[in-house]
């Protein structure tokens, strides 16, 4: 592990910064999901330095359209503007740091904060402010306008940053595209939001489900035995440990995916029910991707993915979501259905049936994994379990870019490689002072 | 055809089982209500000892990832195990309860 800067003296963890993480003997701090210093340090190094997940651009279709949302703790509009583009800015307003608007989401002409009235267009430009004549003696409201973010988009998804010198985001994203394009890109037209936002609440650290949906298929075979014995009431089901699958480390950036590609087709039963769902899946859609031209594809209910450092999808179960932290024991999960735009609408509901079945709130998976993850938070209340190391080693060594079909993937589907990864960049983060790893230069430099 | 004397069926409470060693490895026998039945003892999904395990009814249960066979068949009821164990054929002779252990084999 190498790492460039060690920690200043403004924030003093209880825990060296450099020891938090390390690759070489695969193990983890416990401390980085319990420590409120280091939860500060993230948001200052890790959240407003990375590329961080918006809205998807079907959310806000015409101009007006706004979704109000966080960037971590950070309160955020994003608008659609008369152009056409998207406009993400601070939700705080200048003068005394109100929201100035107070709503999810809808269609707004102006945003006037409820505190003094000082009003906002649609763009985030102060455009009045009560009294201005009589009380002000000279206000330059171009000066005043809300904080904006800086934005970009991918196939349908919007992402914003505060680092100006950030890298673009399809640099930010970099190897993981391909592997994103399997979801977004696997049909005419790419995908849709359907229904809401489903949002809740739960007392865990955020690296624990970003973690997961980065880098663990191998939870699913304990943690998710109940539903899927429960999907075959009448059959044993196959062993999903017989599974063939790959696992994707992003060269950089702390991206990571895994997914099957033989053996698990059975799966697709899990969300259903008992119901047939029509063919409208992975298999059946048009093999339109570069890893898709080879005839190799992933299989079944399986792809999980982390865009670091927040953002996750999991292709089967036609959900994406926000792990939104909350301080160092909480997060608000903010989810909603991705579905294929060119699907029927009976192909729709039932994709939006099997997500609310499977990762939803009231999802049978998710509550699997939610109780996992608030279980692991409760005993890192405990000083003797904050300072027992966690074992990342699964798969470590494994060879990547063993299969052309896909890059700089290790060929098992069972590993900690991803997270590896993942944890990685945020030790790299963690320990930049200055923001210099974050800027678009050295970090096309750095692989990981 | 060769049944071997293993235990004396008092040595066994009903919900109970015991294992024995074999030349076929390990079997465990199981009784059930006053019925005796013998299984491979080792799981097929995590290599652990079903006598071991929490017998209710007709099924073991392994006591490390729960999964469950059918002492009767030997078949898997639940994951994580998927693949069956050989059953072997018992005998009561007085109050004796032999074991064939030369005829275990995978139920139909």
């Given at each position: 592990m190498s790492v460039t800067k060690r920690n200043d003296a403004g924030a003093a963890p209880s825990v060296s910064l450099t020891d938090l993480f390390d690759e070489k003997s695969g193990t983890i701090s416990p401390a980085i999901y319990a420590d409120p210093q280091l939860y500060e340090l993230e948001l200052e190094r890790v959240f407003s330095r990375s590329w961080l997940f918006i809205a998807h651009e079907t959310h806000i279709p015409k101009a007006g359209d706004y979704l109000a949302t966080y960037m971590a703790e950070d309160p955020v509009i994003a608008v659609r503007q008369k152009d056409g583009g998207v406009k993400v800015f601070l939700n705080q307003c200048r003068h005394r740091g109100m929201k100035i608007c107070r709503t999810d989401g809808g269609n707004a002409k102006a945003f006037t904060c409820t505190y003094h009235g000082w009003a906002y267009d649609i763009g985030g430009n102060l455009v009045q402010v009560p009294l201005e004549q009589q009380s002000f003696a000279c206000l330059d409201k171009k000066q005043w306008g809300a904080r904006q973010a800086r934005v970009d988009s991918y196939k349908g998804l919007i992402f914003a940053t505060w680092n100006m010198d950030a890298p673009t985001l399809s640099d930010y994203l970099g190897d993981a595209k391909s592997y994103l394009d399997l979801i977004l890109d696997r049909s005419e037209g790419g995908t849709e939001a359907i229904g809401g936002i489903v949002k809740w609440v739960i007392p865990c650290n955020w690296k624990f489900a970003a973690e997961q949906f980065c880098s663990d298929m191998y939870h699913g075979a304990t943690s998710h035995m109940s539903p899927m014995m429960a999907a075959s009431p009448d059959t044993l089901p196959g062993d999903p440990t017989d599974f063939s699958g790959r696992q994707f480390r992003a060269s950089r950036g702390g991206h990571g995916t895994g997914f099957f590609v033989e053996g698990a087709e059975w799966l697709w039963r899990v969300g259903q029910a008992g119901e047939h769902v029509s063919g409208f899946d992975i298999a059946a859609?048009?093999?339109?991707t570069n890893l898709h031209r080879s005839g190799k594809r992933p299989v079944g209910f399986s792809q999980h993915m982390t865009v670091f450092p927040n953002f996750s999808i999991f292709a089967g179960a036609n959900t994406a979501r926000v792990w939104h932290p909350r301080g160092p024991g909480e997060i608000e999960v903010w989810a909603f259905g991705l579905v294929?735009?060119?699907?029927s609408d009976a192909e729709k509901e039932q994709m939006r049936l099997m997500t609310l079945r499977t990762?939803?709130?009231?999802g049978t998976w998710e509550q699997d994994d939610g109780e996992n993850w608030v279980e692991v938070q409760r005993v890192l209340r405990g000083h003797e379990a904050r300072r027992t190391l966690f074992n990342?080693?699964?798969?470590?060594g494994a060879p990547r870019g063993e299969d052309p079909t896909f890059p700089e993937t290790i060929t098992n589907a069972f590993a900690e490689e991803a997270a590896r990864g993942f944890y990685a960049h945020w030790q790299k983060l963690m320990t930049d002072v200055d923001g210099s790893f974050s800027k678009a230069g050295s970090y096309a430099d750095a692989a990981e | 055809m060769a049944f071997v004397r293993v235990c004396s069926e008092d040595e066994v409470a009903p919900g109970e089982a015991l294992r024995t060693e074999s030349a076929a490895g390990p079997v465990a026998l199981f009784n059930v209500d006053g019925e005796f039945f013998a299984i491979e003892?080792?799981?097929?999904?995590?290599?652990?000892?079903?006598?071991d395990g929490y017998l209710t009814g007709d099924q073991i249960e392994c006591t490390l990832h729960m999964a469950k066979f059918c002492v009767r068949t030997g078949k898997a009821c639940s994951l994580p195990a998927t693949k069956a164990v050989k059953v072997f054929p018992v005998q009561r002779q007085g109050c004796d309860v032999l074991i064939d252990f030369e005829d275990g084999h995978f139920a139909a």
């Amino acid at each position: 592990m190498s790492v460039t800067k060690r920690n200043d003296a403004g924030a003093a963890p209880s825990v060296s910064l450099t020891d938090l993480f390390d690759e070489k003997s695969g193990t983890i701090s416990p401390a980085i999901y319990a420590d409120p210093q280091l939860y500060e340090l993230e948001l200052e190094r890790v959240f407003s330095r990375s590329w961080l997940f918006i809205a998807h651009e079907t959310h806000i279709p015409k101009a007006g359209d706004y979704l109000a949302t966080y960037m971590a703790e950070d309160p955020v509009i994003a608008v659609r503007q008369k152009d056409g583009g998207v406009k993400v800015f601070l939700n705080q307003c200048r003068h005394r740091g109100m929201k100035i608007c107070r709503t999810d989401g809808g269609n707004a002409k102006a945003f006037t904060c409820t505190y003094h009235g000082w009003a906002y267009d649609i763009g985030g430009n102060l455009v009045q402010v009560p009294l201005e004549q009589q009380s002000f003696a000279c206000l330059d409201k171009k000066q005043w306008g809300a904080r904006q973010a800086r934005v970009d988009s991918y196939k349908g998804l919007i992402f914003a940053t505060w680092n100006m010198d950030a890298p673009t985001l399809s640099d930010y994203l970099g190897d993981a595209k391909s592997y994103l394009d399997l979801i977004l890109d696997r049909s005419e037209g790419g995908t849709e939001a359907i229904g809401g936002i489903v949002k809740w609440v739960i007392p865990c650290n955020w690296k624990f489900a970003a973690e997961q949906f980065c880098s663990d298929m191998y939870h699913g075979a304990t943690s998710h035995m109940s539903p899927m014995m429960a999907a075959s009431p009448d059959t044993l089901p196959g062993d999903p440990t017989d599974f063939s699958g790959r696992q994707f480390r992003a060269s950089r950036g702390g991206h990571g995916t895994g997914f099957f590609v033989e053996g698990a087709e059975w799966l697709w039963r899990v969300g259903q029910a008992g119901e047939h769902v029509s063919g409208f899946d992975i298999a059946a859609a048009e093999q339109r991707t570069n890893l898709h031209r080879s005839g190799k594809r992933p299989v079944g209910f399986s792809q999980h993915m982390t865009v670091f450092p927040n953002f996750s999808i999991f292709a089967g179960a036609n959900t994406a979501r926000v792990w939104h932290p909350r301080g160092p024991g909480e997060i608000e999960v903010w989810a909603f259905g991705l579905v294929d735009k060119a699907a029927s609408d009976a192909e729709k509901e039932q994709m939006r049936l099997m997500t609310l079945r499977t990762f939803s709130a009231a999802g049978t998976w998710e509550q699997d994994d939610g109780e996992n993850w608030v279980e692991v938070q409760r005993v890192l209340r405990g000083h003797e379990a904050r300072r027992t190391l966690f074992n990342a080693q699964m798969g470590a060594g494994a060879p990547r870019g063993e299969d052309p079909t896909f890059p700089e993937t290790i060929t098992n589907a069972f590993a900690e490689e991803a997270a590896r990864g993942f944890y990685a960049h945020w030790q790299k983060l963690m320990t930049d002072v200055d923001g210099s790893f974050s800027k678009a230069g050295s970090y096309a430099d750095a692989a990981e | 055809m060769a049944f071997v004397r293993v235990c004396s069926e008092d040595e066994v409470a009903p919900g109970e089982a015991l294992r024995t060693e074999s030349a076929a490895g390990p079997v465990a026998l199981f009784n059930v209500d006053g019925e005796f039945f013998a299984i491979e003892d080792t799981c097929s999904h995590g290599q652990w000892s079903l006598s071991d395990g929490y017998l209710t009814g007709d099924q073991i249960e392994c006591t490390l990832h729960m999964a469950k066979f059918c002492v009767r068949t030997g078949k898997a009821c639940s994951l994580p195990a998927t693949k069956a164990v050989k059953v072997f054929p018992v005998q009561r002779q007085g109050c004796d309860v032999l074991i064939d252990f030369e005829d275990g084999h995978f139920a139909a």
